[in-house]
């Protein structure tokens, strides 16, 4: 039996369609935009980790522009 999956978005989302939602599933994260659930990318913790330090530090900055 697998475990169900709990997914969770920003409450800074409000109730827009459109949110980035993430998940814990069998030691690793699970990632998702909630206008499109069945499109789901798998990575570890650890490159998790590496992603939003990156996002907190403006490393993707220059991808708004």
């Known amino acids: 039996m697998s475990k169900e999956i709990n997914w969770?978005?920003?409450s800074f989302s409000g109730d827009g369609p459109q949110c980035v939602e993430?998940?814990?599933?069998?030691?690793?994260?699970?990632?998702?935009e909630s206008d499109?659930?069945?499109t789901v990318t798998t990575t570890s913790r650890e490159k998790f980790a590496?992603?939003?330090?990156?996002v907190k530090a403006g490393e993707f900055?220059?991808?708004?522009?």
């Open 8 to 10: 969770q978005k920003s």
């Open 50 to 54: 590496a992603f939003i330090a990156g």
């Open 22 to 32: 993430i998940a814990e599933h069998n030691g690793g994260i699970l990632v998702r």
């Open 36 to 38: 499109d659930p069945n």
């Open 61 to 65: 900055d220059h991808f708004a522009n």
